[in-house]
RNA sequence: CGCGGGGUGGAGCAGUCUGGUCAGCUCGGAUGGCUCAUAACCAUCAGGUCGCAGGUUCAAAUCCUGCCCCCGCAACCA
């Protein structure tokens, strides 16, 4: 019961900001780190930042700076949306970090009998510095569109990386579960994807090519490309290879990917593992992307929803609240300014703040704050434990509000303030009052249990509010209404 | 015949594996109730031939066949 468990996140590459794509990473991490904590294990949780490459050394470039010093500054802008969305994560990790660059040096060594030299042969844009695929050169007439220049073919030396030879080994693990792939259909999506084989990868570059990364060791013309660097990642922050501590948390129990980059995940990633004679990762939890009105984010359009916004406006917990219940943990989602706040103002301001509201009211009303003996919370929540070990947090969080909508239903159907009125005629009442009243704290502190994961601020709330025997009240209501992107329907009404 | 996902009341979804108890949930709308509460809450209603066409069956949203439409992915893209 008390293993130590270990979770990932992909790490961003930092030539841009942030998006809800990282933060999304975050969240769902998060979720699953405080639910497993509260469930009386060691987590450990990692973050990071992928900050080598030639787009890296181009933009610093144009800034002005050393590319060290320029992702010195980029860096913090993923380092503050994580503090910023709440992520409990231990373990910050820059590729540029010293450790993780001599680590992958030795993995590389460690690596050996599966690398080869090769030639790379393609379509090479000078003024990218990059090549691309034969279907991209072909698809723009053999012109770059950004350099407005013809492609150029072009052969280089590239060490390459056996991932064919671990095929069978790694098709087996996905198939059995050994390596899960969740949800099923990411999983069946990608044992298809792979049924020929693995290729082989390219992982270094020359030199003159790509300058900002890590020297290959023993050959100095050689520099490795973003997979072994990157990928590394996940076992170098836990000390790998000479801080013996790695052993307790490898192999991660959940990596956190978004399904662009799950084929990195599941095939080149756990080749490494098994060129290392290292364990797979036991499941792979798979998100999908979130839309802004059914249109897909993109820079061109520039549509993007800025998660740092929706926080500022609303606060970190209904962030949390909306993109863990309202976009679907496994698949894709659809985010709208009208659909958050809408969310925001029937969800959590009236069912959740409503209800702690209305009960705290009614003991400090009724008995001087003085809360009886709160039952444990009864409610079954079987399904709720189901979703979470099946990483369907969305559904985890539909059960909290059947509770939330139960409790009210419950004070409806019992009315306390009509018990209230007869309380010092009838002899039943008080007592009658008293255990009602006290039903529903034990109802809100098993609600408060259940959003621990969710919506830690609200639940610890929630807590000091009832956990005492008296209650304390909060400043201010929860949630209060918020009409930014939508119409106040009492404006309306008093206007007319 | 590339691969995967999907088409269910105004919107967003569940249900399809294990046919009947399924036509369900949330939001939005209407009506009523209540007054402890953030003008919140509770109840009821409005009615969608479950993409289309066949088939199997006593019975199909749910199984089979064909077709139409939408969305992702298609390998060096972090």
């Known amino acids: 019961m008390d293993k130590k468990l270990y979770i990932t996140t992909a790490i961003p590459y930092v030539n841009g900001t942030p998006h809800i794509g990282h933060a999304l990473d975050y969240l769902l991490a998060d979720i699953w780190a405080r639910y497993q904590k509260q469930n009386g294990h060691e987590v450990r949780f990692q973050v990071g930042t992928d900050e080598h490459g030639n787009k890296i050394a181009a933009q610093a470039a144009e800034a002005g700076l050393d590319p060290k010093s320029y992702t010195d500054k980029m860096y913090v802008n993923f380092e503050t949306l994580m503090k910023k969305v709440d992520a409990s994560y231990t373990d910050f990790i820059r590729t540029t970090d010293e450790h993780h660059i001599k680590a992958v040096q030795y993995i590389w060594q460690k690596l050996q009998p599966y690398i080869y030299k090769g030639t790379y042969q393609g379509w090479y844009c000078v003024g990218c510095e990059a090549f691309v695929t034969d279907k991209e050169a072909t698809a723009n007439n053999g012109i770059c569109p950004d350099h407005n220049q013809p492609y150029q073919h072009l052969s280089e030396d590239n060490y390459y990386f056996k991932t064919s030879e671990f095929t069978d080994r790694i098709k087996e693990a996905i198939a059995s579960g050994t390596m899960e792939i969740v949800p099923d259909f990411r999983k069946k999506e990608f044992l298809e994807l792979i049924k020929d084989g693995l290729q082989d990868v390219s992982i270094s570059r020359p030199k003159k090519n790509l300058s900002w990364g890590v020297p290959v060791p023993g050959d100095l013309e050689q520099v490795m490309y973003v997979w072994v660097d ?27 990917i978004g399904k662009d980059i799950l084929r990195f995940h599941a095939g080149i990633w756990p080749a490494m593992l098994l060129g290392l004679g290292l364990s797979l990762p036991k499941r792979l939890l798979v998100h999908g992307f979130v839309n802004v009105g059914g249109v897909k984010q993109s820079k061109t359009l520039g549509n993007g929803i800025d998660p740092n916004e929706v926080i500022n406006h609303y606060g970190v917990d209904a962030f949390r609240y909306f993109f863990s219940r309202h976009i679907p943990t496994l698949d894709d989602g659809d985010f709208t300014w009208e659909k958050f706040e809408t969310a925001y103002n029937t969800e959590l301001a009236n069912d959740l703040g409503n209800v702690v509201q209305r009960v705290a009211s009614m003991l400090t009303r009724y008995q001087s704050g003085v809360i009886g003996d709160a039952p444990q919370g009864e409610h079954d929540m079987g399904a709720y434990h189901e979703a979470m070990e099946a990483l369907e947090f969305n559904k985890a969080i539909d059960e909290v509000w059947l509770m939330v909508r139960s409790l009210n239903q419950y004070l409806e159907n019992v009315k306390p303030w009509e018990i209230a009125k007869t309380v010092g005629k009838d002899a039943e ?15 809100l502190l098993q609600i408060g249990d259940l959003l621990v994961p969710f919506l830690p601020g609200t639940a ?32 309306t009404k008093t206007k007319v």
């Open 429 to 443: 009442s008080e007592p009658h009052l008293t255990e009602v009243l006290a039903y529903a704290v034990g109802a």
């Open 230 to 256: 990157a990928l590394a990642n996940y076992i170098t922050v836990l000390g790998y290879p000479d801080r013996q501590e790695w052993q307790e948390y490898w192999p991660a129990d959940v990596q956190v």
């Open 460 to 491: 610890a709330k929630i807590h000091q509010t009832f956990e005492t025997g008296v209650v304390v009240p909060t400043e201010g209501v929860f949630f209060p209404r918020i009409y930014i992107h939508t119409p106040d329907p009492h404006a």
